[in-house]
C-alpha cells in the first residue's frame, strides 16, 4: 500500500465532531478546537455544505469518520461509496480516517446503523480483506472503531481486543478506541471495560472518541444506548482517564450528534477532555477525585422498547 | 453454523421487515435485543425524512408522517449511505398512499421540499457571461445551453413557496392558498432562490435543464405561448445566473 502525505498530523488534543448547525458559527468565530472531526457521507455531494468545507479546513485539521463503508459485510464492501469516500478524503485531505468495526448493508439496503460481526476466524478474513481493498483505494491506514454492542454472538471464538489486535496485524490498521463504547458493550454484555482496554495494542491507537449514552429499560434489564446525546458520563471520563495512564496522550474526539447542543457545551466538553489529559501526564491530583463515577446515572431512552417497534416514537439517533 | 452472510442476510430481514423466526442460535444474548437496532434503523432513517421534507411534517404532524415515513421506508429502503440521497420517492409514494390520496398537496409540498432538497446538494458552478450571448445567436437553435447543476423544479396547484417561507421563518403558516405555480429552484451560496414562471418560461427552462437544443425548447414553449421570445428568455437566463456554459449539436 503506497503512503502518501496527508493534511498535518492530528494533534494529541481534543478535538470536536463538526455538525451542520454549528458550520457557520465555527467560520464565523473560529472556536479554538484542536482539530475537528467530519462524517464523510456528508460531504459526497457538491452542495452548500461541501463548499463550507473547503473555508473550514482552511483553519482546522480533520479527521475524516466514515459511517458507511460497511467494512464487516459478507458481500465486501460498497465499491460505489468506497470510491465516494476515496473523493471526499483527497479533496480534503484529512489527517485521519476511520471506518467502524461493522456492517451496515444488508439485502442491498442501507440500514443506517451500525451492526456488530462475530468475533471468529471467518469475520476476521472478511473484515481484513475489505480493510485491505479500503486502504489499497485511498492509499494510506485507516483506524478502525470498536462498535457499541446490544447483542453477543453464540458464534464468537475470540474477544473484541484479540478480533482488533489480529486486525492491526493482518493489515496494518490502527485502530480508533471509542471509550463510550467500550463503556455501553461492556455493560450490556457483561466484560470488564478495563481489561478490554488493556488488551489493545496501544501504539496502534490514533484516536479515541468520547460520547454520551443513555439507558433503556427492556425485559431482560437496563440496556445502556449509544445515542451521542448528552454530556460524557463520569465512568467513561473515569475510563478515559485509565486509558490515558496506559497509552499516554492522544488526538480525543468529543461526540455528540443527536439532541446536539451549544457549540460552547461542546468546547467545555473538549476543555474538560485536554485538562484531564494534562492531569494525568503530570501524574496530578486534582482532577483525580472529581473524575471518581459519581452517582449519576444516565438519561432514560424512550427511543428503545425493547418488546416491539414504536414508529410512532420521538425521533432518536443511529 | 451459519456463516456470515447467512447471519447478516437473517438479522437483515429482522431489521427491515421484523421476521424473527430464523434467528435463533445466533446469539449469545436476548434475540429481543435486535429491536433495539430495528428502531435505530427505522427511526434514524425517519428523522432524516423528517430532516428532507420539514414543511410536510408540518402539513400532516410529526405521527403521522412517522406512520407514512415508515410505510415508505419499508417499501423502498435507502439503497445507499448517503442520506441525502434518500427521499425521491417519497412525494410519488404520498401521491399513492391511501391516508394522504385524498390531499394531494401533501406529495405537492414533498415534491417541492425535494427539489430544495436537490438545489441545496447541487453542485454552484461559474455562470456564464452574459456577452456570451452573441455566440449563441451565431449557432443559432442547434445551440444546447448548460445550466446550473443545482436548478431544480416544482410543479403545484397551490402555492407552496409562502408556506415554505413562514416555516423558515417560524411564523404560522398561512392557509394554502389554490394557485397553480410553477417554481424554479436554485442554490446561490447557502440560500436557495424561487423564481415563479409563467407556462411557457417553465416548459423552456425544463426542456434546456433536460438537455435540449434551444431550438426544441423554443418550439415546445412556443406551442404553449405563440409569443413566446427565445431571444429575452435566454438572455433572462444568463442574467440570473443560471447558464453555465453551451455546445453546438453536431
Same mark, same amino acid.
Given at each position: 500500500?503506497?503512503?502518501?502525505?496527508?493534511?498535518?498530523?492530528?494533534?494529541?488534543?481534543?478535538?470536536?465532531?463538526?455538525?451542520?448547525?454549528?458550520?457557520?458559527?465555527?467560520?464565523?468565530?473560529?472556536?479554538?478546537?484542536?482539530?475537528?472531526?467530519?462524517?464523510?457521507?456528508?460531504?459526497?455531494?457538491?452542495?452548500?455544505?461541501?463548499?463550507?468545507?473547503e473555508?473550514?479546513?482552511?483553519?482546522?485539521?480533520?479527521?475524516?469518520?466514515?459511517?458507511?463503508?460497511?467494512?464487516?459485510?459478507?458481500?465486501?464492501?460498497?465499491?460505489?461509496?468506497?470510491?465516494?469516500?476515496?473523493?471526499?478524503?483527497?479533496?480534503?485531505?484529512?489527517?485521519?480516517?476511520?471506518?467502524?468495526?461493522?456492517?451496515?448493508?444488508?439485502?442491498?439496503?442501507?440500514?443506517?446503523?451500525?451492526?456488530?460481526?462475530?468475533?471468529?476466524?471467518?469475520?476476521?478474513?472478511?473484515?481484513?480483506?475489505?480493510?485491505?481493498i479500503?486502504?489499497?483505494?485511498?492509499?494510506?491506514?485507516?483506524?478502525?472503531?470498536?462498535?457499541?454492542?446490544?447483542?453477543?454472538?453464540?458464534?464468537?471464538?475470540?474477544?473484541?481486543?484479540?478480533?482488533?489486535?489480529?486486525?492491526?496485524?493482518?493489515?496494518?490498521?490502527?485502530?480508533?478506541?471509542?471509550?463510550n463504547?467500550?463503556?455501553?458493550?461492556?455493560?450490556?454484555?457483561?466484560?470488564?471495560?478495563?481489561?478490554?482496554?488493556?488488551?489493545?495494542?496501544?501504539?496502534?491507537?490514533?484516536?479515541?472518541?468520547?460520547?454520551?449514552?443513555?439507558?433503556n429499560?427492556?425485559?431482560?434489564?437496563?440496556?445502556?444506548?449509544?445515542?451521542?446525546?448528552?454530556?460524557? +458520563?463520569?465512568?467513561?471520563?473515569?475510563?478515559?482517564?485509565?486509558?490515558?495512564?496506559r497509552?499516554?496522550?492522544?488526538p480525543?474526539?468529543?461526540?455528540?450528534?443527536?439532541?446536539?447542543?451549544?457549540?460552547?457545551t461542546?468546547?467545555?466538553?473538549?476543555?474538560?477532555?485536554?485538562?484531564?489529559?494534562?492531569?494525568? +501526564?503530570?501524574?496530578?491530583?486534582?482532577?483525580?477525585?472529581?473524575?471518581?463515577?459519581?452517582?449519576?446515572?444516565p438519561?432514560?431512552?424512550?427511543?428503545?422498547?425493547?418488546?416491539?417497534?414504536?414508529?410512532?416514537?420521538?425521533?432518536?439517533?443511529? | 453454523?451459519? /456463516?456470515?452472510q447467512?447471519?447478516?442476510?437473517?438479522v437483515?430481514?429482522? =431489521? *427491515?421487515?421484523?421476521? *424473527?423466526?430464523?434467528?435463533?442460535?445466533?446469539?449469545?444474548?436476548?434475540?429481543?435485543?435486535?429491536?433495539?437496532?430495528?428502531n435505530?434503523?427505522?427511526?434514524?432513517?425517519?428523522?432524516?425524512?423528517?430532516?428532507?421534507?420539514?414543511?410536510?411534517?408540518?402539513?400532516?404532524?410529526? /405521527?403521522?408522517?412517522?406512520?407514512?415515513?415508515?410505510?415508505?421506508?419499508?417499501?423502498?429502503?435507502?439503497?445507499?449511505?448517503?442520506?441525502?440521497?434518500?427521499?425521491?420517492?417519497?412525494?410519488?409514494?404520498?401521491?399513492?398512499?391511501?391516508?394522504?390520496?385524498?390531499y394531494?398537496?401533501?406529495?405537492?409540498?414533498a415534491a417541492?421540499?425535494?427539489?430544495?432538497?436537490?438545489?441545496?446538494?447541487?453542485?454552484?458552478?461559474?455562470?456564464?457571461?452574459?456577452?456570451?450571448?452573441?455566440? =449563441?445567436?451565431?449557432?443559432?437553435?442547434?445551440?444546447?445551453?448548460?445550466?446550473?447543476?443545482?436548478?431544480?423544479?416544482?410543479f403545484?396547484?397551490?402555492?407552496?413557496?409562502?408556506v415554505?417561507?413562514?416555516?423558515?421563518?417560524?411564523? /404560522?403558516?398561512?392557509p =394554502?392558498?389554490?394557485?397553480?405555480?410553477?417554481?424554479?429552484?436554485?442554490?446561490?451560496?447557502?440560500?436557495?432562490?424561487?423564481?415563479?414562471l409563467?407556462?411557457?418560461?417553465?416548459?423552456?427552462?425544463?426542456?434546456?435543464?433536460?438537455?435540449?437544443?434551444?431550438?426544441?425548447?423554443?418550439?415546445?414553449?412556443?406551442?404553449?405561448?405563440?409569443?413566446?421570445?427565445?431571444v429575452?428568455?435566454?438572455l433572462? =437566463?444568463?442574467?440570473?445566473?443560471?447558464?453555465?456554459?453551451?455546445?453546438?449539436? /453536431?
Amino acid at each position: 500500500m503506497p503512503a502518501t502525505l496527508h493534511q498535518r498530523a492530528l494533534a494529541p488534543v481534543a478535538g470536536i465532531g463538526l455538525r451542520s448547525p454549528h458550520v457557520r458559527e465555527v467560520l464565523s468565530s473560529r472556536p479554538s478546537a484542536g482539530w475537528l472531526e467530519i462524517h464523510a457521507e456528508n460531504y459526497m455531494n457538491e452542495g452548500a455544505a461541501t463548499a463550507a468545507l473547503e473555508k473550514v479546513r482552511e483553519n482546522y485539521t480533520l479527521s475524516m469518520h466514515g459511517v458507511g463503508l460497511s467494512l464487516g459485510s459478507a458481500v465486501g464492501v460498497d465499491r460505489a461509496h468506497l470510491r465516494r469516500l476515496k473523493y471526499v478524503c483527497d479533496r480534503y485531505s484529512p489527517a485521519m480516517v476511520s471506518e467502524h468495526l461493522a456492517w451496515c448493508i444488508g439485502d442491498g439496503v442501507y440500514l443506517n446503523d451500525l451492526l456488530p460481526v462475530p468475533h471468529d476466524e471467518e469475520a476476521l478474513r472478511i473484515v481484513a480483506e475489505n480493510i485491505e481493498i479500503t486502504q489499497d483505494v485511498l492509499k494510506r491506514p485507516i483506524l478502525i472503531e470498536n462498535l457499541s454492542a446490544y447483542v453477543g454472538f453464540a458464534k464468537s471464538t475470540m474477544d473484541e481486543p484479540e478480533f482488533l489486535s489480529a486486525l492491526v496485524k493482518r493489515t496494518g490498521c490502527g485502530l480508533l478506541l471509542d471509550i463510550n463504547n467500550v463503556y455501553v458493550s461492556a455493560h450490556n454484555l457483561g466484560f470488564d471495560a478495563e481489561a478490554y482496554i488493556a488488551k489493545l495494542p496501544g501504539e496502534a491507537i490514533g484516536e479515541i472518541h468520547l460520547a454520551g449514552h443513555a439507558e433503556n429499560a427492556t425485559t431482560d434489564g437496563p440496556v445502556l444506548i449509544d445515542n451521542h446525546g448528552s454530556c460524557v +458520563a463520569p465512568q467513561v471520563w473515569a475510563l478515559y482517564a485509565s486509558a490515558l495512564r496506559r497509552f499516554g496522550r492522544k488526538p480525543t474526539l468529543i461526540e455528540w450528534d443527536s439532541d446536539l447542543p451549544a457549540f460552547t457545551t461542546l468546547m467545555g466538553e473538549a476543555m474538560w477532555a485536554d485538562l484531564l489529559a494534562s492531569s494525568v +501526564a503530570e501524574d496530578g491530583e486534582v482532577l483525580r477525585d472529581l473524575l471518581a463515577p459519581r452517582d449519576v446515572r444516565p438519561a432514560l431512552c424512550d427511543h428503545h422498547p425493547a418488546s416491539a417497534l414504536d414508529p410512532y416514537g420521538e425521533p432518536a439517533h443511529a | 453454523m451459519l /456463516n456470515l452472510q447467512q447471519t447478516q442476510d437473517r438479522v437483515a430481514a429482522v =431489521l *427491515l421487515r421484523g421476521e *424473527l423466526n430464523d434467528i435463533a442460535g445466533i446469539f449469545s444474548t436476548p434475540p429481543s435485543r435486535l429491536n433495539i437496532y430495528r428502531n435505530n434503523t427505522m427511526i434514524s432513517l425517519t428523522n432524516a425524512l423528517k430532516a428532507t421534507f420539514p414543511v410536510t411534517v408540518q402539513l400532516v404532524d410529526e /405521527n403521522f408522517f412517522a406512520y407514512a415515513a415508515h410505510a415508505f421506508i419499508t417499501a423502498e429502503p435507502p439503497r445507499e449511505a448517503r442520506l441525502s440521497e434518500f427521499g425521491g420517492g417519497l412525494p410519488r409514494f404520498l401521491a399513492r398512499f391511501p391516508a394522504c390520496r385524498a390531499y394531494p398537496v401533501i406529495a405537492e409540498m414533498a415534491a417541492f421540499e425535494w427539489a430544495i432538497t436537490r438545489a441545496l446538494h447541487g453542485a454552484e458552478t461559474y455562470p456564464a457571461p452574459a456577452a456570451l450571448l452573441e455566440r =449563441l445567436r451565431e449557432g443559432g437553435g442547434k445551440m444546447r445551453v448548460s445550466l446550473q447543476p443545482n436548478l431544480n423544479f416544482a410543479f403545484s396547484r397551490w402555492n407552496l413557496v409562502n408556506v415554505w417561507l413562514d416555516h423558515k421563518t417560524n411564523a /404560522n403558516l398561512r392557509p =394554502l392558498e389554490r394557485r397553480i405555480t410553477r417554481i424554479a429552484v436554485s442554490r446561490r451560496g447557502d440560500d436557495i432562490d424561487f423564481v415563479n414562471l409563467d407556462p411557457a418560461r417553465f416548459i423552456f427552462w425544463r426542456s434546456l435543464a433536460a438537455g435540449r437544443t434551444i431550438e426544441h425548447a423554443m418550439l415546445r414553449a412556443a406551442s404553449r405561448d405563440p409569443l413566446f421570445d427565445p431571444v429575452s428568455e435566454t438572455l433572462l =437566463l444568463f442574467r440570473a445566473g443560471l447558464v453555465t456554459g453551451f455546445d453546438i449539436e /453536431n
